[in-house]
């Protein structure tokens, strides 16, 4: 009985204090009438990924200095689609950045996550490509030191 007490309120506490630090997004209107995976974007992965932003850019900066691949050689639009080809193809990538964003759910979001995991990850790593090329510029050698 005490056990389960325990970890009943670390729970608790821990769903509270996830939902505490995320940052509130205004136009993340929920309403009755979206879809489960809409409704869990505007509500869960908006802010979640507005609250790893940061660290999203790191990683896919490591991603780019580990890869030696000359992306900065490339393109604006090269880099666009290397961005997009990096977290698609890239299994071990992309479920280290899928990592990055479910240990911030709650216990209740992720059963959520788990009823429709194949289209939740769709939309989260479409939501993850769409972030981090509207901040391609942020991959410049000198910029990204500095976040």
């Known amino acids: 009985m005490t056990y389960l007490y325990k970890n009943t309120f670390v ?8 939902l505490e630090i ?4 205004p136009n993340a209107v929920v309403t009755d009438n979206m879809s489960m995976g809409e ?19 790191m ?6 200095t580990k890869h030696k691949n000359g992306f900065y050689e490339l393109s604006l639009e090269e880099r ?3 961005v997009e080809n990096s977290i698609q193809k890239d299994i071990k990538f992309r479920n280290s950045l899928k990592g990055i964003i479910i240990g911030q ?9 788990t009823q429709n995991s194949s289209a939740l990850n769709k939309r989260m790593m479409q939501m ?6 509207d901040q391609i510029l942020l991959f410049e050698d000198n910029i990204v030191a500095s976040l």
């Open 11 to 18: 729970m608790n506490y821990r769903t509270d204090c996830l």
């Open 22 to 25: 995320r940052p509130v997004i």
């Open 39 to 57: 409704k869990f974007q505007n509500k869960t992965l908006r802010p979640i990924l507005k609250l790893q932003n940061a660290l999203l850019v």
């Open 59 to 64: 990683v896919f900066k490591n991603y780019i």
């Open 80 to 82: 666009l689609s290397f």
């Open 105 to 113: 759910y709650t216990e209740e979001e992720y059963q959520l996550y």
């Open 128 to 133: 993850v490509i769409g972030r981090l090329k």
